[in-house]
């Protein structure tokens, strides 16, 4: 068998390069491998002193106390087959529930 070529777009293959675009590019470009880039962070640890973040006041009780979203309550003992509408109707008298997350069993579909 012979090798038979036939070109259907010649000249395509014929890459034109722009060698100042190229280098002009080149030289905007920063490598940066690894974690931390060489010591060179963009933020720094200490720069966090400086941030004020927001912030409730302690009352020393050692009790649960408000976070800045609300109250955030952990339950356990939670009956395997019980739904989110069965938690939040329990905890509806208390107040308005903004995020209620049950972790579930993969397999079952029932409450861990």
Do not use: C
């Not at 408000?66 to 087959?81: F, N």
């Amino acid at each position: 068998m012979a090798d038979n070529f036939v070109d259907l777009d010649p000249g395509a293959d014929d890459m034109v390069v722009d060698e100042d675009r190229t280098t002009k590019v080149k030289a905007g470009v920063t490598k940066k491998k690894g974690r931390g880039f060489d010591g060179k962070a963009d933020f720094e640890r200490d720069d966090l002193s400086a941030v004020k973040f927001e912030a409730l006041e302690a009352d020393g009780t050692g009790k649960a106390q408000r976070s800045v979203e609300g109250w955030i309550v952990l339950v356990t003992g939670i009956h395997d087959e019980a739904t989110e509408e069965d938690v939040t109707e329990r905890f509806a008298e208390y107040g308005d529930i903004k995020n209620l997350h049950l972790n579930l069993d993969r397999r079952s579909g029932y409450v861990k």
